[in-house]
């Protein structure tokens, strides 16, 4: 097996590493590598690194792992420099509860951190902005209001959207899953039209063939379903197609999930259309290739990630998809000062799927190169895991799970989802 180049900027020498408890060397290729739990961004026992200079860091985004580095600070305020986080949002949302939020099992606050306390707890300000600019030769960032935020040192968390734009009429009448927060809007939108006496009839549409579109079509029908029987219209009413330009859904999992989630498709009645790109979508009706029109009354798209138009103008590095190419300690391949991490990065040497769950794991690693790369100290590699547990859920409280060749589904398996999830959010709860 060929080895991959050794990443630029991982392993670089200078301060001495902080304790083993949390490092090891990577045997073969001398990288340190995080092994503690990916919960705990630092071990108490270790400190961020003390800079001479003050530096400013700035932190672009509230994903999931700029919420491991902000819950780091908690306890350990970097004491050599300013940290400021800029997000469009004041709340950001953990994208493993969202179908059960449309599902109707949680509430806004249960699946939402409100960034502006954990700023106030880790002692970080907190800017509530959207960037439409960003310059490496100056190290500045221009938000929409045309504020300008200087940086040392700039880590992007950014997240991804549904790639949208390529298809005529879809930005215009397909409703995109991300932003999150818009979707939610539009969601609240179409549930009060499903409550109104004149719905007689919906039907709902779901363009993407991946675990996303799935979750996405058996989580609102669940919700559809129900708010139309509480008005005593008949569930059947609620029409469901799935559309994806895949040959298979779910082609990323094992067979056994694949046949669960079809098999489940036909029994909550939902139509299933595979191989029918869509290449284009009308106020009431999509086209996909070699298929007569489908008609809906709503359009809902999740389709595959596509990165933000001002990273592709930035001048970083980037990948064939536009997502800043970053290393194996999730630092840019261009530019030193800037890290990236979650979807809006791609890991060149050790490619990954889009997914949350390593965007969870990457906090640790992150948080220690952020501050590293600002002391000078050596940085650390963090290695994907190569299987991991996806857990699918299906609207009605339960869940289908897939790990490598093997797959589950039942009752047990949501609540299981559900103590997972709400674990890992009861850690960035401001007491």
Known sequence: MTKSPKPSGCGRTGTPHPPSLWLRSDKGRGIPTWTRSPH?????????????????????????????????????????????????????????????LLAGHYHFDETHLDLTRLCQRAKVDFVHATVERLDLVDKELLCTNGERIRFDGLSINTGSTPSIAQVPGAENHAIPVKPIDRFLDRWQDILARAA??????????????????????????????????????????????????????????????????????????????????????????????????????????????????????????????????????????????????????????????????????????????????????????????EQFLCLISTGDRRAIASKGSWSLEGRVLWWLKNWIDRRWMNQYRCP
Not at 47 to 73: E, N, T
Not at 334 to 345: C, E, I, N, P, W
Not at 351 to 380: C, D, E, W, Y
């Open 40 to 100: 705990t961004a630092l071990p108490r026992a270790s400190r961020l690194p003390f800079v001479a200079d003050p530096k400013h860091l700035v932190l672009l985004g509230g994903g999931h792992a700029h919420v491991a580095v902000l819950r780091a600070l908690w306890n350990q305020p970097w004491p050599s420099g300013r940290v400021t986080l800029v997000s469009r949002l004041p709340h950001t949302p953990y994208s493993g509860m969202i179908p059960g």
């Open 196 to 385: 109104t006496p004149q719905c007689a009839q919906l039907r709902v549409v779901v363009v993407g063939g991946g675990a996303a579109g799935v979750e996405l079509a058996l989580s609102t029908q669940y919700r559809l379903q129900r708010v139309f029987e509480a008005h005593g219209k008949p569930a059947s009413a609620v029409e469901f197609t799935l559309v994806s330009a895949g040959l298979t859904l779910l082609a990323s999992h094992n067979l056994q999930v694949q046949h669960r989630v079809q098999r489940l498709l036909r029994d909550r009645r939902i139509r299933v259309e595979c191989g029918r790109k869509v290449v284009s979508v009308g106020a009431d009706s999509l086209q996909p290739e070699g298929c007569q029109p489908i008609g809906f009354d709503v359009a809902l798209w999740a389709t595959h990630a596509s990165a933000p138009a001002w990273i592709q103008r930035s001048g970083l590095r980037t990948d064939a998809d536009g997502f800043v190419a970053v290393n194996e300690c999730l630092q840019s391949l261009s530019h030193s000062f800037v890290f990236a991490a979650g979807d809006v990065a791609s890991m060149v040497f050790n490619p990954r799927p889009k997914s949350g769950v390593f965007a969870v794991r990457q906090g640790g690693p992150l948080t220690r190169n952020l501050f590293g790369t600002m002391a000078g100290t050596r940085l650390i590699a963090y290695h994907p895991q």
